[in-house]
């Protein structure tokens, strides 16, 4: 059988910056040949970055993608890779399709380019468009209509672009009819919790249909609201793991696959789903035979409270990175969900970057002043006392205010303090806000909602518990200090705007909440729904009318880390002006 090395970078690459994107290709290239690759490959769209939104509607910026695409060709020749295939993602054009939105030339393709010999040697789009959940490529590409297939060192490689194997139909049995021993596909797939389950069995299944060897790249790292986890997979024809890369890590598989040999006679023309076969032979010859050294390895599993986790690290590291900040500041409170924000901020960006602010009130108890300065002891991170009392008198003295816009003004108080200090100090400012408080709206506007990011957004209030004790445990298996004190995680919940205020007073218990929340707001269910599912008639009503009563709000927050199927952001878009109530 004819063998291959191939090297699967699963690499991260930032939206917009093409020449930084081109410098990572062309030095993961340089890795990837010193391991004696003969098939390089990266993630979709990594020249320009993944997802790009409305740029992908900007002629200037298709150009200089298309530019930057002939420009890192000539590179990699210039640089002595010229004859080492490399498989890249970038933003292109159609030649032929209809423009979109008014666009003088041609239509945005989500495209693949096959780079050799210092030239662009074959291109092709992604034939499956993707166009639910947090994706809109109906909105920006037309779809590909060719079935490429490389032929190199004797075996027929035919090339995919992620929704393309998640779709049935195209390129799949195309792959089959076109008689390819491996199928290769470029990924850009954001993390879920448990997609990674998913996605293993989508590949087994997928490479079984196709009955060729499939290699699945992935990509890793984090844009705006999205995080790539990684874990690219391989998989032989019987759906049997080859290799699996490790989840949240930067990296290069390189692997040698036995594979079989292309016909003699190539297939030709139209196969499935009218997909027009487009072929590049580079060379026939197989390789002569030798010893297999890399056989590929399977990655050790993050465990799911690990995953979560994980994710949210890299995902507020990649914001902050990604955006030019280097520090984050944290309205420190005592409770869970501060602390979990500090906590992970200690990890994405090192507890010497992260800065929190005690901003005790007439209200605040003892333990929550005592709780956040043993937080900062516990992580080491930067910790100041700002009392609010002075300013809050000052108000008070000028308006009269009482009820909900006083206890209100103790929360606008800090969030302008975090604010100012941001503005003084260059620290962007994270929003502590978790799924359940923003479902049913429990935050001040323009107060505890400020914020350049929220990283646990997407969190439910039951899971943030769980978190915290998992990241306090697995300080302790480390024999390092777990930073979450005891006391956060154990104390009812309570935004202490009144004396004595507990969350309960105006929320159901948590678990009740969080299990109504997980039926209408991530499985879309109506009132009559989940009171079948065995919930108080009374309680569904009136928290389905604090959720659709608070998209107001939500639309305000800021951005933060998407882990669930549905977050709080491009998953989930709902009216703001909306009469439609649920009536259980
Ligand atoms: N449809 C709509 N479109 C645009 N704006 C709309 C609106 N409906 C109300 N508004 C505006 O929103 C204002 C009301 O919102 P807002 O000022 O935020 O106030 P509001 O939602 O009434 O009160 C905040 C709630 O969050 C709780 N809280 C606060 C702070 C921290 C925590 C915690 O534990 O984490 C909880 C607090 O106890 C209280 O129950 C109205 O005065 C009105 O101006
Ligand atoms: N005394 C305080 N000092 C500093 N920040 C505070 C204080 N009280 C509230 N905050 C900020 O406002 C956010 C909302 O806090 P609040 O205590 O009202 O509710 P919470 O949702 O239970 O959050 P937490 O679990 O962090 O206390 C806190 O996470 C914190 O960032
Ligand atoms: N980039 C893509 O085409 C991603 C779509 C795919 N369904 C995924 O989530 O992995």
Not at 220 to 230: K, R, S
Not at 261 to 272: I, K, L, R
């Amino acid at each position: 059988m004819p063998q291959l090395r191939l090297a699967m970078n699963q690499i991260d690459s930032t939206v917009g910056d093409l020449a930084g994107n081109a410098e990572a290709v062309v030095r993961w290239t340089r890795h990837s040949a010193e391991q004696g690759a003969h098939l390089v490959a990266f993630p979709e769209m990594v020249l320009t970055g993944y997802p790009v939104e409305d740029l992908a509607l900007r002629q200037s910026f298709v150009e200089a993608s298309r530019a930057a695409l002939k420009a890192l060709a000539a590179r990699l020749a210039d640089e002595g890779f010229g004859e080492l295939p490399v498989i890249v993602g970038y933003l292109d054009r159609s030649e032929s399709a209809a423009p979109k939105y008014g666009q003088p030339a041609g239509a945005p393709r989500n495209a693949g380019a096959v780079l050799h010999r210092g030239e662009v040697a074959l291109t092709y789009a992604k034939h499956h468009l993707p166009n639910y959940g947090v994706f809109d490529e109906f909105r920006y590409f037309v779809p590909g209509d060719t079935m490429p297939v490389l032929r190199l060192h004797g075996v027929d490689i035919a090339l995919a672009i992620c929704e393309d194997l998640w779709q049935d139909g195209g390129r799949v049995p195309a792959a089959r009819s076109a008689g390819a021993g491996l199928l290769l596909s470029i990924n850009a797939s954001p993390y879920e919790r448990d997609k990674d389950d998913t996605r293993l069995e989508l590949v087994r299944k997928r490479a079984q249909e196709a009955g060729c060897t499939t290699a699945y790249l992935a990509m890793i790292g984090g844009q705006d609201e999205l995080v790539f986890d990684g874990d690219s997979i391989v998989v032989d024809r019987h759906g049997e793991v080859v290799a699996r890369a490790p989840q949240f890590a930067e990296g290069c598989v390189v692997l040698d696959l036995d594979l079989p040999a292309a016909a003699a006679e190539p297939v030709t023309g139209v196969v499935d789903d009218g997909l027009r076969i487009d072929r590049l032979v580079l060379s026939e010859e197989p390789l002569p035979a030798y010893e297999p050294e890399l056989a590929g390895g399977y990655a050790e599993r993050l465990d799911d409270d690990e995953e979560v986790y994980s994710a949210l690290v890299v995902g507020l590291r990649a914001y902050a990175a990604k955006n030019g900040f280097s520090s984050v500041l944290i309205g420190l409170s005592g409770g869970i969900d501060s602390a979990l924000v500090a906590a992970i901020a200690c990890d994405a960006l090192g507890a010497r970057n992260v800065y929190g602010v005690s901003m005790p009130s007439k209200y605040s108890s003892d333990h929550s002043k005592d709780d956040a300065a043993e937080l900062a002891r516990r992580t080491g991170l930067n910790f100041r006392t700002i009392p609010i009392a002075p300013m809050f008198d000052a108000y008070m003295s000028s308006t009269e205010l009482t009820g909900l816009a006083e206890e209100n003004l103790q929360s606008r108080l800090r969030g302008t303090l975090l604010m100012a200090i941001s503005n003084q100090e260059g620290h962007i400012v994270l929003a502590p806000g978790n799924k359940s408080e923003l479902a049913v709206g429990y935050s001040t506007l323009y107060g505890d909602s400020v914020g350049a990011y929220g990283p646990i957004k997407d969190v439910y209030k039951t899971s943030i518990f769980r978190l915290a004790e998992w990241r306090n445990r697995a300080a302790v298996e480390r024999g390092q200090t777990p930073p979450i004190p005891e006391n956060s995680i154990s104390k009812p919940p309570s935004a202490e705007l009144r004396p004595g205020q507990v969350d309960t007073d105006s929320l159901p218990d948590y678990p009740v909440l969080d299990a109504i929340l997980a039926l209408y707001v991530d499985r879309d269910q109506g009132a009559d729904a989940i009171v079948a599912a065995g919930f108080d008639r009374e309680l569904v009503t009136r928290t389905l009318r604090m959720v659709d009563t608070a998209e107001y709000k939500r639309r305000q927050y800021p951005p933060g880390t998407k882990i669930s199927p549905k977050g709080f952001g491009k998953d989930r878009r709902l009216p703001i002006t909306n009469r439609w109530r649920e009536q259980a």
